[in-house]
């Protein structure tokens, strides 16, 4: 069998709340990205269905998941506590082989998992959050590899988990409805993204 090249569910904007019905997620300042494992070897792709697989040798190690696993995630680099998109882009856009082989040792990568839409074939897209994301902590509970990751959430305090990630250098976080299906490509307000809005000139500085 061979697993659907999905696009990714997307988010819509939203301000910091409280809510036992939503998980809250750091929003990682990386590259969005998608990964399956079939019968045909492996595959990352990313939003427009943009093929990552030849950028990133070293996600040949998503062998060792099961046949028939579809995971959503983040590229960030690995490494510095708070990864940035512009280190990132340095190695993202090579297209020289050589090149791509050489940045995997000055620019490593993790993926950083949050979803599991495919499980040894059966589709989860119909399932809960809360059931996709036990069966994805499940799974990469029993791996120990350095190039993945499984996104660290928190339920219901989602005030106090945006200040503590802003204050940690992230760009926001993202709340996700605890009973919400998987529907890609769409952008839904079962997901929002939390950033901080921009200060007004005249609040920075005021007025004497």
């Keep these: 069998m061979r697993l659907p090249q999905l696009p990714p569910m997307l988010a819509t904007a939203g301000v910091p709340f409280d809510a036992p019905e939503y998980r809250f997620e750091i929003k990682w300042d990386g590259v969005r990205a998608l990964a399956a494992v079939d019968a045909h070897g492996w595959r990352l792709w990313g939003r427009e269905a943009a093929d990552y697989t030849s950028r990133y040798p ?10 028939g696993t579809l995971v959503d995630g983040e590229l960030v680099v690995r490494g510095p506590a708070r990864p940035t998109l512009a280190a990132l882009l340095r190695r993202h856009h090579l297209n020289d082989p050589w090149q791509i082989r050489l940045s995997a040792r000055w620019c490593p990568v993790r993926l950083v998992l ?51 990630a802003v204050a940690a250098g992230h760009e926001g976080i993202v709340a996700k409805r605890l009973d919400s299906p998987y529907r890609p490509g769409r952008r839904s307000h079962a997901w929002q993204k939390i950033k901080p809005r921009p200060v007004a000139p005249e609040a920075r500085y005021p007025r004497r």
Excluded: N, Q
């Design 58 to 67: 070293e996600f040949a190690v998503l062998r060792r998941l099961p046949r």
């Design 114 to 164: 949050f979803d599991m839409l495919y499980y040894r074939g059966r589709s989860l897209l119909g399932e809960p959050l809360h059931i996709r994301c036990h069966c994805l902590a499940e799974l990469c509970a029993k791996l120990e590899m350095p190039e993945l990751a499984v996104a660290p959430g928190m339920v219901g305090a989602g005030r106090a988990f945006f200040a503590a």
